[in-house]
């Protein structure tokens, strides 16, 4: 008994057990960390841009229309699905829509159109002439590229709405993307 009390190393195995305890404590928690931390990176995320972002009420000929017009960018790393478009509130009928997707940079503006049509051909400044089809349902778009979407008389917009601001809502099967502007005049 004499001989274990005086013996200092006695405590050595103790103190030894306890660092290789916390040591794989921590190394356990800095993998799980890294595993966290690589498959969180690496789950690719929904984010459109929406920009450009008009409606419009004006003559056209003889008749008075109202027309919309935004433009939506896919800067996330997967590909969306635009299932509904809203202007006001009021859901937009997908017989209305006309759109076109591209690769291209458009540093031009949106514009009322006059012509606006099934496989309709629209100048949109120095940016090049596009071809918009009618869409038949939900829309998709490719990560990194660009979609201008046409709504033709989307429901609730009147002469007497010109001046004040509405919403256009994007919805997806896991966001909706929001944005106001102005009704404006057209001549």
Request: proline share 1%; glycine share 8%; aromatic share 8%.
């Amino acid at each position: 008994m004499k001989n274990i009390l005086k013996n200092r190393w006695a405590l050595s195995t103790v103190v030894t057990t306890l660092i290789i305890l916390v040591v794989s404590v921590l190394l356990a928690g800095v993998v799980t960390y890294f595993a966290i931390n690589v498959t969180s990176t690496r789950v690719q995320e929904e984010s459109l841009h929406l920009t450009k972002q008009h409606v419009w009420y004006g003559q056209n000929g003889t008749q008075w229309i109202a027309q919309g017009a935004i433009m939506i960018i896919n800067t996330g790393g997967r590909d969306v699905v635009i299932d509904k478009i809203t202007v006001r509130g009021q859901e937009c009928s997908w017989e209305n829509v006309y759109y076109n997707i591209t690769t291209k940079s458009i540093a031009d503006d949106l514009t009322f159109q006059k012509t606006l049509k099934d496989n309709g051909e629209i100048e949109i400044g120095n940016s090049g002439s596009f071809n918009f089809v009618k869409a038949g349902g939900d829309l998709t778009l490719q990560s990194g590229k660009t979609m201008i979407i046409y709504i033709h008389q989307p429901d609730s917009i009147t002469v007497n709405d010109i001046g004040l601001t509405v919403a256009m809502t994007i919805f997806t099967s896991q966001a909706m993307y929001y944005k106001e502007t102005n009704v404006q005049a057209v001549a």
